[in-house]
């Protein structure tokens, strides 16, 4: 069940499996993986992350050895107790005792989209052994209830708690670079981007004329793009469009056919194609919501 995160080394004090409660995402593209484990007896959770992981204890009954690359901590962590480990860390964690964790693992790609299309573009998350966010709790308990209850609420439920997990992340656990690191976009630039695409939304948009309005070469402006975006600029363009065609899917005065002429797709098929790859359901039952 855990193979959706294969960078996750999970094994309790007999060298076993720990019990899984509840491991996976609904279909679609929200970028978030939860994971909730019971380990009898004692446990061990190590990864070096190439996602975001945001791990929170269960109960405060088990003795833990932390550590974050090299910084360490023991403790007795009480319920809710959330570590915050950004992709690319090194980390670890040791219980003495029976204990539970609930680990929500986010694609950075996804991750950089929320910041760019939000106010806090270029936000980084912060690096914590432990800490407090009880809204942010609830949400990873509800995220692995509705897994675990095989997402009985439907994909468009989770998509949604899943874009809330990110924006209170980006809130309340990121801090800002006061300029764009070397090699990244800056927000004016994005801007000017955005414009463009929602401007031109019904015509064919080539990757040449956003790197000409970013002052880049193609090939450098699609490498600098996806760093700074978290996707290339052939999803983002899609991602817009998308936007866009939801809009005026829930407006209800337009067809599909209609709707992905105005939007840039080549017909309604492929218009739903991309609704249900990105959000999991049709376009009826976006539609209807």
């Known amino acids: 069940m855990f193979q959706q995160v294969s960078e996750l080394r999970l094994t309790q004090a007999d060298g076993s ?38 791990c929170f204890h269960m109960f405060a009954s088990a003795q833990f050895d932390c550590r974050i690359a090299d910084r360490v901590l023991s403790h007795t962590p009480s319920r809710g107790c959330v570590a915050i480990c950004p992709s690319g860390a090194d980390y670890t964690a040791d219980s003495e005792g029976t204990a539970e964790a609930i680990i929500v693992a986010i694609e950075p790609g996804q991750f950089a989209l929320a910041a760019a299309e939000g106010a806090a573009f270029g936000a980084a998350l912060i690096e914590r052994l432990a800490g407090y966010d009880q809204a942010l709790f609830d949400l990873a308990r509800s995220l692995a209830t ?10 468009l439920c989770w998509n949604g708690m899943a874009s809330t997990f990110i924006d209170a992340l980006l809130v309340r656990h990121t801090s800002r670079f006061k300029a764009p690191p070397r090699g990244r976009l800056d927000e004016q630039v994005l801007g000017r981007l955005r ?62 056919a209609d709707i992905a002429a105005a939007t840039g797709f080549a017909d309604q098929s492929h218009l739903s194609r991309w609704v249900r790859r990105v959000h999991g359901v049709s376009p009826t039952e976006l539609r209807a919501r």
């Open 17 to 54: 499996l720990p019990t899984a409660l509840a491991a996976g995402s609904a279909p679609g593209e929200s970028g978030v993986f939860v994971f909730g484990v019971r380990f009898d007896g004692g446990g061990h959770i190590s990864a070096t992350a190439q996602l975001h992981h945001i």
């Open 195 to 256: 414009d463009y695409v929602v401007a031109h939304m019904d015509e064919s948009i080539e990757a040449g004329a956003l790197a000409r309005i970013a002052g880049r070469s193609t090939f450098h402006f699609t490498r600098v793009f996806a760093r700074s975006v978290g996707m290339t600029p052939y999803r983002y363009v899609v991602h817009l469009r998308l936007q866009r065609a939801l809009e005026l899917m829930r407006d209800g005065r337009h067809g599909l």
């Open 146 to 155: 509705e897994c675990a209850g095989g997402y009985r609420n439907g994909p």
